[in-house]
C-alpha cells in the first residue's frame, strides 16, 4: 500500500483487511503499517486503538539515508504497551 494517503484511506483499508483475515480464522495475525523509521507508528496505533480494530503486531524499517530515525526499543515498547 505503499504512497496511499495515512491515516485514511490507510486505516479503512486497514480496518476491511483485518476483519476479512480474522473471519476466516481468529489465529492469523495482523499488523502496520509497515512505514520507514517508524514514520506514521504512533498515529496508526492510536487510530486502530481508537477503533477498536485487531493489532497481533507494529511493523517498520529501517531507511539507509534516515539511519538517524532507526526505531528504538523505548519507542516500540511505547507503542506495544498502548495496544495492550
Not at 492469523?28 to 514514520?39: D, F, H, I, K, S
Amino acid at each position: 500500500m505503499w504512497g496511499m494517503p495515512f491515516p485514511q484511506p490507510y486505516m479503512t483499508l486497514y480496518s476491511t483487511a483485518a476483519a476479512a483475515l480474522k473471519a476466516v480464522h481468529p489465529s492469523l495475525r495482523v499488523g502496520g503499517p509497515a512505514t520507514m523509521c517508524l514514520e506514521d507508528v504512533a498515529t496508526f496505533v492510536g487510530n486502530a486503538t481508537a477503533m477498536k480494530l485487531p493489532v497481533d503486531f507494529v511493523s517498520t524499517h529501517a531507511c539507509e539515508r534516515r539511519a538517524r530515525f532507526l526505531p528504538t526499543s523505548g519507542c516500540l515498547r511505547a507503542c506495544a504497551e498502548r495496544l495492550g
